[in-house]
């Protein structure tokens, strides 16, 4: 099994900073993309942003000149860093994969279990 473990999070005012993690574990063949989606109450998941094994990075409009993804191949793990925080950027934050585990013969998406954040004063 491989389990994605987000870390940061929490209360952030406005204007603020924000610095999440996620660390990919488990028996783990390779990774080809790590990234963020989000959800605010009743609305769809968005990306946040994403970025390749090779260091790619495609960021959601809504963060675009805020946000800056990056990720560690080694220890399988990505970092996103934002800035300029809005209440509008109040969701539940999920870490997401393309995991090929070990004996597996293809790449699966998998989730994390998220971590709030709230923009608020």
């Known amino acids: 099994q491989v389990q994605l473990v987000e870390s940061g999070g929490g209360l952030v005012h406005p204007g603020g900073s924000l610095a999440l993690s996620c660390a990919a574990s488990g028996r783990i063949l390779s990774i080809s993309a790590m990234g963020w989606y ?17 260091g790619d990075p495609v960021y959601g409009d809504s963060v675009k000149g805020r946000a800056t993804i990056s990720g560690d191949n080694a220890k399988n793990t990505v970092y996103l860093q934002m800035n300029s925080l809005k209440p509008q950027d109040t969701a539940v934050y999920y870490c997401n994969a393309d995991v090929v585990p070990l004996g597996w013969s293809r790449e699966y998406n998998a989730w994390g279990q998220g971590t709030q954040v709230t923009v608020s004063s």
Not at 45 to 50: F, I, P, S
Request: proline fraction near 6%; hydrophobic fraction near 40%.
């Open 38 to 54: 989000r959800q605010a109450p009743g609305k769809q998941r968005e990306l946040v942003a994403w970025i390749t094994a090779r």
